[in-house]
């Protein structure tokens, strides 16, 4: 009987709730940041990419990093997700969700953001018609695509069960969300027949989406790689990016949990020992990109190639220095000494580190993408002189911001429409507790 | 009767000459027909050789201007000129940075300021080596990396050699900026200056005009100049005969007035190609600036002007 009124009042702590005033303003907020990207975007649209201070040395700029920033972030879906399930960690089932939400968000804007960064976007279908499957960006539009149905399942199976829950909950959820709710779920009937499928195609997709999202991010990294220039020109390329990858994805899933538990005052369920076993994983993380970043900077360090011998000076003590050293001390040095005290992975103290990850990372990707396009092999001569440096104008700052703002706004939804932590398995795991 | 025959005759070979400029191969018109689009003799003669080899006297008004050659389809572009394989050979000793071939490339495909398909850098390869003045073109390389990346086929190499681009089909990614190592390739940022009748003409790849917003321009070795038997517009700009052109299987190369075998070229001023270990294979040759025709300084002056 006890067990029963402790099961009731489980899922009426997790069900989804509306938003208050502070959730309205949230929103509010975000959506006008998207407006704001989507008028700077009509700019560019309209006068195309000269809005932007991007040209020819610099060709690419935030919108990639922006685009290699999301990709990354991405693959925590299938790191906390898949690799923690097929592993046996059981603890990570709470965070499964957050994880989920953050890829789909992500991986989404990561399209979204490709496609802004094209100077002819009204052209896109030219990719299908006359694709050429020896071109990485070929490779990577089937990757991308792949990546995003995998996760929408990832996300959508495991919720059938907590639907089936929330579809008792009619005048909670209103009859908008409730016949949302039947259309996705309804069938869903929580035999045993059913269940055993559903862990087969969850089982199935988490084998799956392992090497699907090693791919997504190595074949973006292979975007540099193929080429031949200082900086980018390295075998490392592909397990630097993905070691980054999970980093970043994982410092983003901190910041999460952070939030939701005090926003939604989930403590009984996202709790400390969540943080530090968390914290235990980021350190884990941290210390592999260390690896990796040594292994990236150390070796063209030692030599000094003639042709990458301007790039490394300009990150190490040049112009770049400041944003290089930062993103290094506040990505990865810092968090590894804070995350070795206990007290370090305490939920706060693991919010501000999940913080540090999430900002140095997206510097990191600054730095990935333009120095090396500032030190081509060539002089840069006979252009106009703007042509020589690069620092991102107003639209680009706007519609990398409305990405951002995107991605948070698809988690915020999503969030307010299901529950953020899964509610049958958290039911599952109570009941098993108390037999 | 004599004299009566003779105008006969040349009426004759003036409506041919005339039907054969105007109307081609069309076979519904009688070529001798001659006033049947209602041209009236203006009495202005202009000699002109015979098919039989006779010069003969033409009414001007029976004459109309034709295209050289009918106009080159994208899909003919992508295929190229069989049999040939085209060169070109940069004297670095002959250049002083006049930047001629670069205004000329400029005003023949209707380029905006700042986008210079040619550029003339100067180059210095240690602290005690001579500076010298080095025009590059695009390399047109037998192993392109921007072909290579291109999603789209877009840019494309054929048979002949050339590195084209079909500008209505770019997507404007830029992949193939970041992977060509010369930096040869171009953007168009915003929307191409252009006269209305140059922006309005449909777009040729081997003239790569008109050029368009959110694609990529770079040189085309003159395509066009080429498939008429001519040299690229660098070439005969350049009054000290930086600029070599040619076909690789004919063995030769001119840079208008002189005329080199081209392996003799290479082999005697010791010809070579940029950045050789990258395996791009290019088809552009540099000889080094070894007795150069003027001192580097000559050249600064000029430099100022989009430098500085």
Redesign the interface.
Known sequence: MENSIKGEQIIQDLLPRKFKTSGRIWVGILVAICLVGVYAYYRQLR????V?N????V??GIYISNFVFFVAISLVGSLITAVFRLAGVKWGAPLTRIAEMIAVGAIIFASVIIIV?????E??Y??F????I?????WD?IVITTYFFISLLLLYYPLLPDIKILLRFKEKSGPGLHKFYSFLGSFWKGSHKQYLLSKKAINALCVAIIPVAFTIHTVTSW??A????PGWDSTNFGAYFIAGAFLVGAGSVVVAMYIFRTWYHLEKYITPDHFDKMGRVLVLLCLLYLYFNVNEFLTPFFKMKESEAGYLNDLFSGSFALTFWFAILTGIILPIIILLFKSGRKPLPMFIVGIMVVVGAWFKRYLIVTPT?LH?????????QM?KHYFPSWEEWAISMASLAGTMLIITILCRIFPIIPIQETLDEHHETVK | MEPENNSRRDFLLAGLVAAGLTTGCNPKKDPFEAGADGVQASGKKVKLLSVDGDVIEVDEAFLKPVPHLPDVSNAEARIGIPGKKFVMVIDLSRCKNLKKC?SACNFAHDLNP?H?WI?????KGAEHTAPYWEP?TCMHCDEP?CV???????TFKRQDGIVLIDSD???????C???C???T???????PDLPAAVANQPYSAETSIPQK????GKCDFCADMTRMGMLPHCVSACPNGTFFYGDLNEDSVTNGADTFRFSDLIKDKAGYRL?ED?GTKPSVYYLPPAGRNFPFESGLENDKT??S
């Open positions: 006068y195309g990419l000269v932007t991007m040209r020819d040395y060709s690419w960064d094209m100077g002819s976007p052209r896109f030219n990719l018609l006359y694709g050429r020896q071109s990485p960006i070929i539009v975007l540099f193929t080429t031949y220039r396009l081509p092999f060539m002089p840069m001569h006979d252009v106009p042509y | 670069q700042g210079n550029k003339v850098n100067p180059m590059t990396p290579k990346v291109c999603p789209v086929d877009a089909r770019c997507i404007g990614c830029r992949f900026m970041a992977a190592p010369y930096s390739r171009v953007f168009n940022w915003g929307e917003k959110g694609t990529v950045m990258l989009q430098n």
